[in-house]
């Protein structure tokens, strides 16, 4: 079994519908490990997104992160890093709508930034993800087979 970080970005948080919508589909399609409710501070945010430092967005979207609440969740489940990457859809909104019109960025998606969650794109992001959201989570203690 895989595990992978989601994360439910701000605006999301605010639309109680859609945060509901998002948190049944969730646990309809996988073991949720862990969750909570995170203040994504400034900094937190640039450590997060380091990756895309010196990227035109990387200001507007680490700005963006902390301007509210946002909710991490820990997912588990066979494939679980492509499944959620699939459910979320195609990262650009617009082309979500098009090309993936039932997907959550599809649905709940604004903009680019504010394209409503956030996956891992691989085992190793997941992990380092993970370790900066769930400090205190042991990945050592996941069964592989649940």
Request: net charge positive; aromatic share 10%.
């Amino acid at each position: 079994m895989e595990i992978t970080l989601a994360l439910i970005k701000p605006h999301v948080m605010r639309n109680t519908i859609a945060f509901a919508a998002i948190k049944q589909l969730i646990k309809d399609n996988f073991t949720i490990l862990d969750s909570k409710e995170v203040y994504i501070t400034k900094g937190l945010s640039e450590l997060f997104y380091a990756e895309h430092k010196g990227k035109f967005f990387y200001n507007r979207l680490t700005t963006f992160m902390a301007s509210g609440p946002c909710y991490a969740l820990i997912l588990q489940s066979k494939d679980c890093i492509a499944k959620w990457r699939a459910l979320m859809g195609p990262t650009k909104v617009f082309k979500a709508v098009h090309a993936h019109p039932g997907c959550i960025r599809a649905l709940y998606g604004l903009s680019d930034t504010r394209n409503a969650c956030h996956g891992s794109d691989s085992k190793t992001a997941a992990l380092k993800e993970i370790a900066i959201l769930f400090p205190d989570f042991i990945k050592d203690n996941v069964s592989e087979n649940s």
